[in-house]
């Protein structure tokens, strides 16, 4: 499976984007997904989660009724719409595969996408 990130830019806070994620590869769509995140000198961090069939979703604390991760099957994309961005979800933004495992771990992740940088001005 391959990712290919996209979307990112700089933003004024308050502002929104929406950030993509294309898979390829056959069996890419019995992955479950998410999106993380790189702030300068920090861990990278879980922001969302999608099971592989959309039922199921999940996010962290900080991103909880700003943001929304979804996913079109037949187009093979995942997608983060972030709102009401805030200059401390300025990083570099990840989307990431796993067949299975604890969703919030890095080590759990199977394929990443090369990462796209969000700045959020205030």
């Known amino acids: 499976v391959q990712l290919q990130a996209s979307g990112g830019g700089l933003v004024q806070a308050g502002g929104s984007l929406r950030l993509s994620c294309a898979a390829s590869g056959r069996t890419s769509s019995v992955y479950n997904c998410a999106w993380f995140r790189q702030a300068p000198g920090e861990e990278r961090e879980f922001v969302a989660g999608?099971?592989?069939?959309?039922?199921?979703?999940l996010y962290t604390e900080s991103v909880k009724g700003r943001f929304t991760i979804s996913r079109d099957s037949a187009k093979n994309t995942v997608y983060l719409q972030m709102n009401g961005l805030k200059p401390e979800d300025t990083a570099v933004y990840y989307c990431a595969a796993t067949r299975g495992g604890n969703w919030y771990f890095v080590r759990n992740y199977e394929y990443w996408g090369q990462g796209t940088q969000v700045t959020v001005s205030s």
């Open positions: 999608i099971s592989s069939s959309g039922g199921n979703t």
